[in-house]
């Protein structure tokens, strides 16, 4: 079993910066993704970014040079830098850990972007 928690959530104005964390816990094997997926009102859950333990990147088109994701291996925790915050940002964002055939979500951070 996997626990994730989320830290960094809040209220930023637009342009603003805001950093999210995220720790696991549990039975974590070497070769993994690390991400953080979003949910906004009424809308699917979407893919933010993801990285490999292997180091290997993946973003949404839409937050391409805005968001950078992290991770220390070692310490089993993933950050995501988000800069020039967006209104359209605003949404309750989630860490996802995927290993062999499983996903383990955390509960989730809420993120608001005001403008």
């Known amino acids: 079993q996997v626990q994730l928690v989320e830290s960094g959530g809040g209220l930023v104005q637009a342009g603003g910066s805001l950093t999210l964390s995220c720790t696991a816990s549990?039975?974590?094997?070497?070769?993994?993704?690390m991400g953080w997926f979003r949910q906004a009102p009424g809308k699917q859950r979407e893919l933010v970014a993801q990285i490999s333990s292997g180091g290997v990147t993946n973003y949404a088109t839409s937050v391409k040079g805005r968001f950078t994701i992290s991770r220390d291996t070692a310490k089993n925790t993933v950050s995501l830098q988000m800069n020039s915050l967006k209104p359209e940002d605003t949404a309750v964002y989630y860490c996802?850990?995927?290993?062999?055939?499983?996903?383990?979500w955390g509960r989730g951070t809420q993120v608001t972007v005001s403008s």
């Open positions: 549990g039975s974590i094997f070497s070769s993994n993704v």
């Open positions: 996802r850990l995927a290993q062999t055939i499983y996903d383990y």
